[in-house]
């Protein structure tokens, strides 16, 4: 995901983690998502989600 959002002008910036999750800040938002790979439509709506907050 964060080749997405760097291609969108979005830098994400890991804020804590552990085994599971990671929560980045984005855009003034945080967001948790899983360590494991997002599908491509999830990643594409979280990209959306912290676009609209920009």
């Known amino acids: 995901m964060d080749e997405i959002a760097a ?3 979005i830098q994400l910036t ?4 552990n085994d599971t ?3 980045c800040e984005a ?3 945080h967001l948790v998502l ?3 790979d997002l599908p491509s439509a999830v ?3 979280a990209i959306a989600t912290l676009e ?3």
């Not at 890991?14 to 983690?17: I, L, M, P, S, Y």
């Open 7 to 9: 291609e969108r002008g």
């Open 14 to 17: 890991t804020v804590r983690q």
């Open 21 to 23: 999750h990671i929560l």
């Open 27 to 29: 855009a003034g938002r």
């Open 34 to 36: 899983p360590r494991r």
């Open 43 to 45: 990643a594409d709506e």
């Open 52 to 54: 609209a907050g920009a």
